[in-house]
């Protein structure tokens, strides 16, 4: 089993940056993807970024690609979504998702989810 806990969202204005934190407990396997999914309301499950824990791989949906960066620190147990120039449209919950998955978009094939950390972006 594996426990994902997410912080760091908050309320700020258009323009701000946030960091968000994913902190993993359990047994991890170093072959894991570890995502970064947003659900606005009334949408579905999104893809934000993902990367390979072990191999530095990255993939990021398009909406984010410039302004946001995963990154991961083993050593922690920790994978961060840094957000940068953010804009009301990425307003959601934030979720960390871990699993055995190449299809790194698809939220279905991850086995693993934390709670959720709401973001908010005000104009």
């Known amino acids: 089993q594996v426990q994902l806990v997410e912080s760091g969202g908050g309320l700020v204005q258009a323009g701000a940056s946030l960091r968000l934190s994913c902190a993993a407990s359990?047994?991890?396997?170093?072959?894991?993807?570890m995502g970064w999914f947003r659900q606005a309301l009334g949408k579905e499950r999104d893809i934000v970024a993902a990367?390979?824990?072990?191999?530095?791989?990255?993939y990021y949906a398009n909406s984010v690609k410039g302004r946001f960066t995963i990154s991961r620190d083993n050593a922690k147990n920790t994978v961060y979504l840094q957000m940068n120039s953010l804009k009301p449209e990425d307003t959601a919950v934030y979720y960390c998702?871990?699993?055995?998955?190449?299809?790194?978009?698809?939220?279905?094939?991850?086995?693993?989810w934390g709670q959720g950390t709401q973001v908010t972006v005000s104009s």
């Open positions: 359990g047994r991890i396997d170093s072959s894991y993807t």
């Open positions: 998702a871990a699993g055995w998955t190449t299809n790194w978009g698809f939220s279905k094939s991850y086995d693993y």
């Open positions: 990367c390979s824990w072990s191999g530095g791989t990255t």
